[in-house]
């Protein structure tokens, strides 16, 4: 069974940092892609950052680009987000997410994780 | 960036009956787009990929149409359980989504 669980979420004071993680399993990790989505409260979905799969490329939305750095273990099956200069914007629960091929950066997700929520807050 | 505008932003819709939701994309994007529905407190979940192939396991009731710039959701004969947020997603990058569609049951 395909798993995906983030963790590392929490209330951080603006300009902090923080490291989110997603444990993968059930899943050859090293062969796909993998995204992180985000989701401000009662908002909708916002792509985030991706990464292929040895790590080699990576791209991010324009709104995190020089703050957020996405890489991945293969080894542990882990995929990681470290965000700093963190904002308020930035509040929201972060979901990583597999997609159906993985291969394929463009093709849809077919697992999420069940989210971790970042509160950006003094 | 390709900007995805769904419509209506909210539905209110008696069992049984016909939901249709539309995404119209800034530019082409081919069949490009996928469907997926959000219930409250839960992660998305795909139901239509590249325009109108359904995702394993989601009910025959669902089904998408179009291509290019302008496309389908449709609910058959809606179930209480289909209460939800319905989001288009388009995967050239930067991914892009729209801005979701709230179906309630009356």
């Known amino acids: 069974e395909v798993q995906l669980v983030e963790s590392g979420g929490g209330l951080v004071q603006p300009g902090g940092s923080l490291r989110l993680s997603c444990a993968a399993s059930g899943f050859t990790f090293s062969y796909y892609w993998m995204h992180w989505v985000r989701q401000a409260p009662g908002k909708g979905l916002v792509w985030v950052s991706h990464i292929n799969n040895d790590g080699s490329t990576t791209n991010y939305a324009d709104s995190v680009k020089g703050r957020f750095t996405i890489s991945r273990d293969n080894a542990k099956n882990t995929l990681y987000l470290q965000m700093n200069s963190l904002r308020a914007e930035d509040t929201a629960v972060y979901y990583c997410?597999?997609?159906?091929?993985?291969?394929?950066?463009?093709?849809?997700?077919?697992?999420w994780g069940q989210g971790t929520l970042v509160t950006v807050s003094s | 960036e390709i900007v995805l505008t769904q419509s209506p932003d909210f539905q209110s819709v008696t069992p049984k009956e016909k939901v249709t939701i539309t995404c119209r994309a800034s530019?082409?994007?081919?069949?490009?787009l996928h469907w997926y529905q959000q219930k409250p407190d839960q992660s998305p979940k795909l139901l239509i990929k590249y325009a109108s192939q359904s995702f394993s396991g989601v009910p025959s009731r669902f089904s998408g149409s179009g291509s290019g710039t302008d496309f389908t959701l449709t609910i058959n004969s809606l179930e209480a359980e289909d209460a939800a947020t319905y989001y288009c997603?388009?995967?050239?990058?930067?991914?892009?989504f729209g801005q979701g569609t709230k179906v309630e049951i009356k």
């Open positions: 997410a597999r997609p159906t091929a993985s291969w394929d950066s463009s093709s849809p997700v077919d697992y």
């Open positions: 530019q082409s994007i081919g069949s490009s």
């Open positions: 997603h388009q995967s050239s990058s930067p991914w892009t």
